[in-house]
């Protein structure tokens, strides 16, 4: 049976648990034929490794963290161990300090750990891009998620204000990576139950008012249509689309109430 990527060569990189959007994008990007390379960083690499075996076919676990400038200079060869190029790169990775700058605490939130959000979860993006655009040479799909970062939410703070950061970089680089035939474009996803959600306080509650209001429903604990839309963007479906934020959120930001 063909699938929409077959052949194609995918890293995901922002794997932790099974809960991960992540995790959920390289198994359905598996099951339509792409070759998966799957990447997370520091302690939680361990159980990235050990979750990896419950994919379908056991991936390559890169380390890479995004702040290391180190290792986005290994990128390339450490993902030329495994394939020769990249046909997609799947950004799944966000942090901020719930302690401090999530969960109501907006207007304290300190410098250094806002920097560190927007370091991790925004400029990452372009850093993640342009180590692997040396593996793009036939050009390629950057994939990104996001969370609706037009309005204000109540819990995400300084993380709402990464991901209005992340949403302008991906526009950025549509512009200047569009020429060498690389796409970029992001999935705004509604809340899912991932440990990073977990991490917020007070994200439960939207949760429970999203699957009220959005017209097609929305099951906070199902990754599938997510990675659905991941999985479509890295695609050849999608052709003449860049700078795009496809909203995969059961319909929640088109209704007024
Ligand atoms: P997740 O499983 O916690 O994934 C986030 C990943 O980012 C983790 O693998 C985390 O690693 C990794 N990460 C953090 N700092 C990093 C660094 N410096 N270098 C490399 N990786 C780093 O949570 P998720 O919900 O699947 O999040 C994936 C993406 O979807 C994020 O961009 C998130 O904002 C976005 N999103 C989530 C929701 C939601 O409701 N869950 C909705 C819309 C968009 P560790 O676990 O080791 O820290």
């Not at 390629?140 to 300084?158: E, I, K, M, Q, R």
Request: aromatic share 6%.
């Amino acid at each position: 049976m063909s699938g929409i990527l077959d052949g194609k060569r995918i890293l995901v990189a922002g794997v932790t648990m099974d809960s991960s959007i992540g995790f959920a994008v390289a198994k359905f990007a598996q099951e339509q034929g792409a070759t998966v390379l799957i990447s997370n960083f520091g302690r939680a690499l361990g159980i990235t490794r050990r979750i990896a075996k419950r994919l379908p076919s056991e991936p390559p676990v890169l380390e890479l963290d995004v702040t290391d400038e180190d290792h986005l200079a290994g990128l390339a060869d450490a993902v030329r161990e495994h394939v020769d190029g990249l046909d997609g790169v799947v950004h799944s990775i966000a942090f901020g300090n719930p302690e401090t700058i999530l969960g109501g605490k907006f207007l304290d939130g300190p410098w250094p750990d806002v920097a560190q959000a927007l370091q991790v979860s925004a400029y990452s993006l372009k850093a993640l891009a342009m180590a692997c655009r040396p593996l793009m040479g036939e050009g390629g799909s950057v994939v990104g998620l996001t969370f609706d970062a037009t309005v204000a939410w109540p819990a995400y703070d300084w993380m709402g204000v990464a991901k209005a950061g992340l949403e302008s970089t991906s526009r950025y680089l549509a512009r200047d990576l569009g020429p060498q035939g690389i796409r970029c474009n992001l999935v705004s996803a509604g809340p899912l139950k991932s440990l990073a959600a977990k991490a917020i306080p007070g994200f439960e509650n939207l949760e429970s008012m999203w699957s009220d209001r959005a017209p097609l429903g929305w099951a906070e604990t199902d990754l599938e249509p997510t990675a659905r839309g991941v999985c479509a963007l890295l695609s050849d479906l999608f052709p003449a689309t860049t700078g795009e934020i496809v909203h995969v959120d059961g319909g929640y930001h088109a209704m007024g109430a």
